[in-house]
């Protein structure tokens, strides 16, 4: 695999964050205050290993969309949900999120000077799943009802009173979101013939597609990709075409059985000739372990079912293709998960001779 | 506080990783097989609130190297001493850390074709800090003795069979960290008055040095900062002049109590007319809290450490002057202190009505 990123003079850019390197595509206007971490730019990162399994010249890049600042994707809608927030007169924001979404929402939130409010049903969460959030200041509000009543009162508290969703319902989310794409262009000079991406809520997708198709309208893209979009077999409605009313898998960030942006990914789909394919949890840990022993990339496991996908459906990418695959979230995001699923060698009690130890190792 | 990052056209531009980027400074050659995970080009976040809080027209950035691929500011150092490793053949790598080091190490040996290998005293670590580096493929060797004496096996196994060190005492390491300066100098045009810097083993404040001097001496900035060095209060030889014998502290990645860089660590600051100073483990929680829920900014409790000791200074700070604190670690590498030291409001058992929910946010 020839890599496309070498032979130019390089140096460090003064990178200042999403909506100011791509203002001209985003819904700001020269008052909106900007609230950023400089969030974006994130390395698309050459994939060996996974080019060298599929063969035939295709190349595989990594988008890692962990290195945002909290750790996930989500602060690319985030920045735009809290500036425009910002803009709009809000006192605070709320969701219902008790994942990404949530510890997104209180970074940015905090640091533009507003409230974030996250409201879950009782006893329904972890407190470990919370930390982050609460320690970047989110409020918790924990009521006696289920998730949907959670919802429920979200909505209701926005309506009220001065305060912004910024749940997967807040539009400014997925105009963040479609930087991504920007970036890929941006970074191979084109867009590449495949995109794989993992779908919970399938708001990723849409706006990436949305990314690209506003890209190419500005010219600065001359192709589309296909859209390639993975769910976890468990949690598959997209694929099976209805909604799960129990979603099962152990990629929590994808455990979603009515989406979101359910017409608008289909949309996506069929626009650019993609599919959409479910991948068994047994395949997204194994993807899980292959990104992190053989290319160093520690992932969580949603974003690993784009790879698994990637592999299941490795026969069907044309010759010499260029693919990107996204991931979503940082690895430390989950670590009970790598405490589980490491399988790599522990060995105890060895004595302490230099010879002992050699064997141990296999020299 | 006006901020430097603006105004002028931006793009995600193609970052080839810092050994690419920084060639021309680094003992590199064409045919030095480079093992990349594009790490570098971290944010260069402006800080509001501690701006404000020194006030005096003072304009503080923080260098969020936690962003790297492993979560710390370790893999600057170990793109090139695994780069430098495969190039002089080596067939593995060995050190005996137990945190950040051994995640940076795995990740890089594995993407590099090499076995990367962990020596540990038996008993000594729990799994959960060592999860990371497992799953990127770690084999860790856990030996009946102690600390000392695990080091003293990995030097001889280095000594005697193709394997590398890459703990402190390879002396790759500290070339590739001192790319974090040659970045602080690209997006600042200059090199800033005062820079605040965590010490444990105080690599990361001689490598800085090395980088800021390097660029002087190429013209690429026109003064050199003060280096101004923290350590936790219990584990502070460099501040009192000797070492400790059980060091303590709640920041781990800077409890150390005899650093591999003492000498070259005192010799930067008095060159550069900086000093050394120790931080409670109080006022270090209280940045950590402070920088997670007023800028949005998760880190490790050692990385506080150069903001608790920004604040400790501050009145200190030429007026006007330009300062940049180091976080060497993403937050997300210790959930457990987050969880302990979170400090917003989580109400439980709220009745489900809008107006109750209302009051209890405050509205």
Same mark, same amino acid.
Request: aromatic content about 8%.
């Given at each position: 695999?020839?890599?496309?990123?070498?032979?130019?003079?390089?140096?460090?850019?003064?990178?200042?964050?999403?909506?100011?390197?791509?203002?001209?595509?985003?819904?700001?206007?020269?008052?909106?205050?900007?609230?950023?971490?400089?969030?974006?730019?994130?390395?698309?990162?050459?994939?060996?290993?996974?080019?060298?399994?599929?063969?035939?010249?295709?190349?595989?890049?990594?988008?890692?969309?962990?290195?945002?600042?909290?750790?996930?994707?989500?602060?690319?809608?985030?920045?735009?949900?809290?500036?425009?927030?910002?803009?709009?007169?809000?006192?605070?924001?709320?969701?219902?999120?008790?994942?990404?979404?949530?510890?997104?929402?209180?970074?940015?939130?905090?640091?533009?000077?507003?409230?974030?409010?996250?409201?879950?049903?009782?006893?329904?969460?972890?407190?470990? !799943?919370? =930390?982050?959030?609460?320690?970047?200041? /989110?409020?918790?509000? *924990?009521?006696?009802? %289920?998730?949907? &009543?959670? @919802?429920?009162?979200?909505?209701?508290?926005?309506?009220?009173?001065?305060?912004?969703?910024?749940?997967?319902?807040?539009?400014?989310?997925?105009?963040?979101?479609?930087?991504?794409?920007?970036?890929?262009?941006?970074?191979?000079?084109?867009?590449?013939?495949?995109?794989?991406?993992?779908?919970?809520?399938?708001?990723?997708?849409?706006?990436?597609?949305?990314?690209?198709?506003?890209?190419?309208?500005?010219?600065?893209?001359?192709?589309?990709?296909?859209?390639?979009?993975?769910?976890?077999?468990?949690?598959?409605?997209?694929?099976?075409?209805?909604?799960?009313?129990?979603?099962?898998?152990?990629?929590?960030?994808?455990?979603?059985?009515?989406?979101?942006?359910?017409?608008?990914?289909?949309?996506? !789909?069929? =626009?650019?000739?993609?599919?959409?394919? /479910?991948?068994?949890? *047994?395949?997204?840990? %194994?993807?899980? &372990?292959? @990104?992190?022993?053989?290319?160093?990339?520690?992932?969580?496991?949603?974003?690993?079912?784009?790879?698994?996908?990637?592999?299941?459906?490795?026969?069907?990418?044309?010759?010499?293709?260029?693919?990107?695959?996204?991931?979503?979230?940082?690895?430390?995001?989950?670590?009970?998960?790598?405490?589980?699923?490491?399988?790599?060698?522990?060995?105890?009690?060895?004595?302490?001779?230099?010879?002992?130890?050699?064997?141990?190792?296999?020299?």
């Amino acid at each position: 695999m020839t890599l496309s990123l070498s032979a130019e003079k390089y140096q460090c850019q003064p990178w200042p964050g999403l909506i100011e390197a791509y203002r001209e595509y985003l819904p700001v206007s020269t008052t909106t205050p900007i609230v950023t971490l400089l969030e974006g730019n994130t390395p698309l990162i050459p994939s060996f290993t996974l080019a060298e399994r599929i063969g035939r010249q295709v190349s595989v890049y990594i988008k890692y969309d962990g290195l945002n600042p909290t750790g996930s994707f989500k602060d690319r809608g985030m920045t735009m949900a809290i500036s425009k927030a910002k803009e709009e007169g809000a006192k605070a924001v709320i969701c219902a999120s008790t994942g990404n979404t949530s510890a997104a929402a209180a970074a940015y939130a905090r640091r533009g000077g507003m409230r974030p409010f996250v409201v879950i049903p009782d006893g329904y969460v972890a407190l470990g !799943k919370l =930390a982050q959030a609460l320690l970047y200041g /989110a409020e918790v509000i *924990a009521i006696r009802g %289920n998730f949907d &009543q959670a @919802l429920g009162v979200v909505r209701q508290m926005a309506d009220n009173y001065p305060i912004t969703l910024v749940n997967s319902l807040n539009p400014y989310r997925l105009e963040g979101q479609k930087t991504g794409a920007f970036e890929v262009v941006d970074v191979l000079g084109n867009a590449p013939d495949w995109l794989c991406i993992p779908m919970g809520n399938a708001g990723n997708i849409t706006a990436y597609w949305m990314g690209f198709c506003q890209y190419f309208q500005a010219g600065k893209c001359d192709r589309l990709p296909k859209m390639m979009g993975f769910q976890a077999a468990g949690a598959a409605p997209l694929v099976n075409g209805q909604p799960v009313t129990k979603p099962e898998t152990i990629a929590t960030a994808i455990r979603i059985g009515n989406p979101a942006s359910w017409g608008k990914a289909v949309a996506a !789909k069929d =626009a650019s000739q993609g599919s959409f394919h /479910a991948v068994t949890d *047994a395949e997204i840990l %194994n993807a899980y &372990q292959i @990104l992190a022993s053989e290319e160093g990339i520690f992932c969580e496991p949603a974003s690993a079912s784009s790879v698994a996908g990637l592999l299941k459906m490795k026969d069907e990418i044309p010759t010499g293709a260029t693919v990107v695959c996204i991931l979503t979230g940082h690895g430390l995001k989950d670590p009970e998960m790598a405490m589980k699923h490491g399988n790599s060698q522990f060995q105890k009690g060895v004595e302490m001779k230099v010879e002992v130890v050699a064997k141990a190792m296999g020299f």
